[in-house]
């Protein structure tokens, strides 16, 4: 499909990205099963080599399903270009690598899934970076925490797990004045419910594994550019700015404009840290994305129902669900998320620890997991799981305290879930 500015999402979610296959009609996308493609001539593959050409050379860098993907995601996403990788945590490496070098630092939010609070807090210092999070609700804070050494800002538009909503104009205000990108995980919300470029994202990172395909069957990760950065404007990011020596010095922002930290992220970041996106995985996250805002649409509904019930349930200290007007959150929905605030909140219980166990032990249609953004309804106790690697202190900032169960409402019938979280709790 040629790009039709004017089509509206739910026609893009199925067909941005995808055309009838030219060699055979075939109309859905193909899985293109192949590490290599062929060259025409010598001239051909060398043209390739230089970038001179755009197509396809080895599967590591490049593969048609998987670029129809990215194609989608650009365009959902109103971006200028995106790279598909192996994981959410993937994206994120992706991200910040071609930003980064020893000695550079994060300004994140504390208020972070807790697999990226340890994948920042910890991992990537053997690569000599560090992060320092801080609480995004106190701007002077983000201000004070950037410094010369800073190359990006971090944050979830809808954190994950704890019911906050980002004032993603509010940061990419203090970003900009910074001349350093945003970088915006867009997961929870998926472009759908939440545009962050349209709030002054520079790049916007998702796993994929969660709602964009849907049903729990594929790991994956993107970084979409909003192609909006002017990396050249200082000497922070010789990567994108200077001659690259991983590419005999090819200019990437000079040579390729809007496209360039997407041309970067395949030429590179794909070909020398290898967290490709298999063909087949892209072809599920492809099929997946087709119902994206069908399946929202019944997250957000289901989640409004389920949690205005549990939030009147004696058992039951807190929800935090910003689609609940009693969420501290619930007046950024207009401007961030207006379609809703996702499917995604946790629950205190009063009971405890110890109750905790038992009610999601208690669960029948609900399914334990570490995984969200299923069709299917899940829960997790985070605090014995996801975020056990983290100290109380960084659990309670997380929105995973002791007590908290962290909820993913699926698109079953609300009644059939409230009659479930209904008998567990009586258990609990
Ligand atoms: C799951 C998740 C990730 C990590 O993604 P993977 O695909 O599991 O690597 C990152 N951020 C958020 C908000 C997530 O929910």
């Given at each position: 499909m040629t790009d039709e500015p004017n089509y509206g999402f739910d026609t893009l979610q199925i067909h941005a990205g995808a055309r009838p296959d030219p060699a055979t009609g075939a109309r859905q996308t193909p899985i293109?099963?192949?590490?290599a493609y062929v060259f025409r001539d010598a001239e051909h593959a060398a043209a390739l080599f230089n970038l001179q050409e755009v197509g396809y050379i080895y599967s590591r860098l490049t593969n048609p399903t998987v670029a129809a993907l990215q194609e989608r995601m650009a365009t959902l996403e109103g971006g200028a270009g995106a790279v598909c990788c192996s994981s959410g945590h993937a994206a994120q490496i992706m991200a910040l690598f071609p930003l980064m070098g020893p000695g550079k630092n994060i300004v994140a939010s504390s208020r972070l899934y807790g697999g990226t609070i340890t994948q920042f807090s910890q991992t990537i210092k053997r690569f000599g970076w560090s992060a320092t999070f801080v609480d995004f609700d106190d701007l002077d804070a983000v201000k004070a925490a950037i410094d010369d050494d800073t190359r990006a800002v971090f944050c979830e538009s809808i954190a994950n797990p704890g019911g906050y909503i980002t004032d993603l104009d509010a940061i990419s205000a203090i970003s900009d004045a910074a001349g350093i990108p945003l970088i915006v995980d867009n997961t929870s919300a998926t472009p759908y419910l939440c545009r962050p470029i349209e709030h002054g994202a520079t790049l916007v990172v998702h796993?994929?594994?969660?709602?964009?395909?849907?049903?729990?069957t594929v790991t994956g990760g993107c970084v979409v550019d909003s192609g909006k950065f002017d990396w050249s404007a200082s000497d922070k990011f010789p990567s994108l700015s200077a001659p690259e020596p991983a590419y005999h010095g090819l200019k990437f922002h000079e040579t390729f404009g809007p496209l360039a930290f997407t041309f970067h992220g395949i030429a590179i970041g794909l070909r020398d840290l290898g967290m490709t996106l298999n063909p087949q995985a892209a072809h599920y996250t492809l099929m997946g994305i087709e119902t994206l805002s069908l399946r929202m649409e019944k997250h957000v509904k289901n989640a409004l129902e389920v949690a205005g019930w549990l939030e009147g349930h004696d058992a039951v200290e807190a929800v935090t669900y910003a689609g609940l007007e009693s969420s501290p959150y619930h007046h950024r929905i207009k401007s961030i998320c207006p379609k809703g605030a996702g499917g995604l909140f946790t629950v205190a219980l009063k009971g405890g620890y110890e109750s905790c166990i038992k009610f999601v032990d208690s669960l029948e249609i609900f399914s334990h997991v570490a995984n969200l953004g299923d069709t299917r309804s899940l829960v997790i106790h985070?605090?014995?799981?996801?975020?056990?690697?983290?100290n109380e202190e960084q659990q309670i900032a997380a929105g995973a305290a002791p007590n908290v169960v962290r909820i993913s409402i699926g698109t079953e019938d609300a009644k059939d879930l409230i009659a479930d979280l209904d008998q567990a709790l009586s258990k609990a």
């Amino acid at each position: 499909m040629t790009d039709e500015p004017n089509y509206g999402f739910d026609t893009l979610q199925i067909h941005a990205g995808a055309r009838p296959d030219p060699a055979t009609g075939a109309r859905q996308t193909p899985i293109y099963q192949t590490t290599a493609y062929v060259f025409r001539d010598a001239e051909h593959a060398a043209a390739l080599f230089n970038l001179q050409e755009v197509g396809y050379i080895y599967s590591r860098l490049t593969n048609p399903t998987v670029a129809a993907l990215q194609e989608r995601m650009a365009t959902l996403e109103g971006g200028a270009g995106a790279v598909c990788c192996s994981s959410g945590h993937a994206a994120q490496i992706m991200a910040l690598f071609p930003l980064m070098g020893p000695g550079k630092n994060i300004v994140a939010s504390s208020r972070l899934y807790g697999g990226t609070i340890t994948q920042f807090s910890q991992t990537i210092k053997r690569f000599g970076w560090s992060a320092t999070f801080v609480d995004f609700d106190d701007l002077d804070a983000v201000k004070a925490a950037i410094d010369d050494d800073t190359r990006a800002v971090f944050c979830e538009s809808i954190a994950n797990p704890g019911g906050y909503i980002t004032d993603l104009d509010a940061i990419s205000a203090i970003s900009d004045a910074a001349g350093i990108p945003l970088i915006v995980d867009n997961t929870s919300a998926t472009p759908y419910l939440c545009r962050p470029i349209e709030h002054g994202a520079t790049l916007v990172v998702h796993s994929m594994t969660k709602y964009l395909t849907g049903n729990g069957t594929v790991t994956g990760g993107c970084v979409v550019d909003s192609g909006k950065f002017d990396w050249s404007a200082s000497d922070k990011f010789p990567s994108l700015s200077a001659p690259e020596p991983a590419y005999h010095g090819l200019k990437f922002h000079e040579t390729f404009g809007p496209l360039a930290f997407t041309f970067h992220g395949i030429a590179i970041g794909l070909r020398d840290l290898g967290m490709t996106l298999n063909p087949q995985a892209a072809h599920y996250t492809l099929m997946g994305i087709e119902t994206l805002s069908l399946r929202m649409e019944k997250h957000v509904k289901n989640a409004l129902e389920v949690a205005g019930w549990l939030e009147g349930h004696d058992a039951v200290e807190a929800v935090t669900y910003a689609g609940l007007e009693s969420s501290p959150y619930h007046h950024r929905i207009k401007s961030i998320c207006p379609k809703g605030a996702g499917g995604l909140f946790t629950v205190a219980l009063k009971g405890g620890y110890e109750s905790c166990i038992k009610f999601v032990d208690s669960l029948e249609i609900f399914s334990h997991v570490a995984n969200l953004g299923d069709t299917r309804s899940l829960v997790i106790h985070s605090a014995s799981t996801t975020h056990r690697q983290l100290n109380e202190e960084q659990q309670i900032a997380a929105g995973a305290a002791p007590n908290v169960v962290r909820i993913s409402i699926g698109t079953e019938d609300a009644k059939d879930l409230i009659a479930d979280l209904d008998q567990a709790l009586s258990k609990a």
